[in-house]
């Protein structure tokens, strides 16, 4: 994997750098927040039972926990 910078060139920083470099712009941290789940694997009320969303109608909070779990990859074969 190669990070790159403003103008689409590869850059020199790692991913935890670039990680701590979004963490640390207010406006980006919520994509690199922890899941607040408990991990008991039950459903939350008004769940849609495992149905995914799509990418569109998902919240900044819901990517971030999606790509968290699934991976990058996952997250953009989800439709629009």
């Not at 922890?34 to 149905?51: C, E, I, K, L, V």
């Amino acid at each position: 994997t190669v990070v790159l910078d403003t103008d689409g060139k590869p850059s020199a920083l790692t991913l935890d750098e670039l990680k701590a470099e979004i963490s640390a712009t207010a406006a980006f941290a919520p994509i690199i927040a922890q899941s607040q789940g408990s991990g008991s694997g039950a459903t939350r009320p008004n769940s849609s039972g495992g149905a995914v969303k799509k990418r569109g109608d998902m919240t900044p909070s819901e990517k971030a926990e999606f790509v968290n779990k699934n991976g990058q990859d996952a997250f953009l074969k989800l439709p629009r």
